[in-house]
Nanobody
């Protein structure tokens, strides 16, 4: 079964940027949609952004204008560029697609 592996999380100051990557463990040739989600302790997981095979995108209101989702189908990889980060963006970010979740990557934004 295909696995999704995230990378790019870390600690950043408010106003800074991070780029998350989500790579599939094998090359995928069939169309599939992908999404980034985040979760903090005591809260339900929430959608951050999604992207279709044809690169149609959706963004949650709280990231519009700051985050950008993109994909490279040749590399079976999806990206989340996060700019103007805020302390409230601190969470574990996970990618989902192909009926699979990645393991998650921690993003911490200090004030």
């Amino acid at each position: 079964q295909v696995q999704l592996v995230e990378s790019g999380g870390g600690l950043v100051q408010a106003g800074g940027s991070l780029r998350l990557s989500c790579a599939a463990s094998e090359h995928i040739v069939r169309p599939y949609d992908m999404g980034w989600y985040r979760q903090t302790p005591g809260k339900e997981r929430e959608v951050v952004a999604t992207i279709t095979w044809s690169s149609r995108t959706y963004y949650a209101d709280f990231v519009k204008g700051r985050f950008s989702i993109s994909r490279d189908n040749a590399k079976s990889t999806v990206y989340l560029q996060m700019n103007s980060l805020k302390p409230e963006d601190t969470a574990i970010y996970s990618c989902h697609g192909l009926n699979t979740w990645g393991q998650g990557t921690q993003v911490t934004v200090s004030s």
